[in-house]
């Protein structure tokens, strides 16, 4: 009888990579996935450092499978547990100490140790009691190159990780610390695995990277090959319709990848690329290496090759020392740009980070505040871009059904969810559908008949 994996996935889009690579490594070893932890025979929790009091999060919900081994008796005492993930690096030994509940711990780059880790936490040391094991490796290579090909894709769209780590030491981020210096994949096994996806049906790959437009995978014959040049040989793969990168790194944009955006019609016109603050100064001491001029000149460029793409970008609000006037600049930033969607955020002090301690906090007050009229900023051109779709025939790809019976759920090419009534024959398919009207956050679409497939 095969045994149950449950795998709960906090954050950001690498670690829903990771937890599906984590699936591949522990389903020849028995298990099957379970979407709840009622019944599981282990249980990992992926967790994700980036936003305040993740790490309480995580013990919140340790404490609520501390409660639930207990309450399955005999049969509960099997259970296994596992915290991977930044949080995971972060905290190590913590968290065996904080919640006696954990057999195993490992970090973003540990987790190709599963099966050893875990055939060595079912047993029983000297003492009859079973061993805890903490994993912290920093080797973005061994993890990839070890890592089963088999992948299963979970749809007909999917993650593809080609860079991982980060140099950069932006003054708030803990990237460097739980997931370590940059690394590039190899280009021959990116090019593999996505061969593998294709295979199985994905239409549409998203390359991810802590720092993906830094990628400068090494190509063979002494050469490297930057992200501009990955995506062209990606191109070429038949069947891929589709592919975008997350997240960008503003410094990083080269001119190769800007005319990718111009010249490859795979590549989708949507492009995330985070700028945190519209103030100097503040991004100055965040070490972020651009400034808003920069950033205002990058925009422009990249519209100048591809006029149809949708820019998204990344805010914190209330920087330690951050002014109202610097505030404003943020809004203006805002304002001159337009963004189609964004994910802003007030700080939140990341312990270990640099900007954690520094003078001149911001009182919570003022950060909400700030965020608030930021976000009613970015909601108007959100919903001024939404509504510019409306009478517009965009390609959808179609990717599951709906919650509603004859519902059926795809993505523009910027990224919007668009529902329309179709059924699951849909799925898989780039349908040229009329939008007919905006949601909150998606776009609704009327498909007339499958006459209406695109040739993408």
Known sequence: MPKKLFIKTYGCQMNAYDSDRMADILIPLGYELTDTPDAADLVILNT???????????????GRIRDLKRDRGPAGADMMVAVAGCVAQAEGDEILRRAPVVNMVFGPQAYHRLPEMLARAQGFNA?????????????????????????????????????EGCDKFCTYCVVPYTRGAEYSRPVPPVLAEARRLVAQGV????????????YHGNAGKGETCSLGQLIRRLAEIDGLARIRYTTSYP????DDLICAHAEVPQLMPYLHLPVQSG???????MNRRHTAEFYLRLAERIRAAQPDIALSSDFIVGFP???DAEFEATLDLVRNVGFASAFSFKFSPRPGTPAATMDGQIPERIKSGRLAALQALLDTQ?????????????????????????QIIGRSPYLQPVFAEGG????????RTQIIGTGSNSLHGNVNSHTKVAAE
């Open 48 to 62: 994700c450092h980036i936003r305040e009091k993740a790490a309480e999060k995580v013990y919140s919900d340790l």
């Open 127 to 163: 003492r009859g009691g079973r061993e805890k094991l903490v994993g912290m490796d920093f080797s973005a290579a061994e993890k990839f190159d070890t890592l089963p090909e088999d992948h299963q894709a979970p749809g007909v769209a999917a993650f593809l990780s080609i860079q």
């Open 203 to 214: 239409r549409e790959i998203t390359l991810l990277g802590q720092n993906v437009n830094a």
């Open 251 to 254: 410094g990083e944009v080269d």
């Open 279 to 285: 103030s100097d100064r503040i991004l100055d001491v």
């Open 321 to 323: 020392g951050e002014t």
């Open 382 to 406: 959100r919903f001024a871009f939404n509504e510019s779709c409306v009478g517009r025939e965009l390609p959808v790809l179609f990717e599951k059904p709906g919650r509603h019976a004859g």
């Open 424 to 431: 699951a024959d849909m799925i898989g398919q780039i349908i």
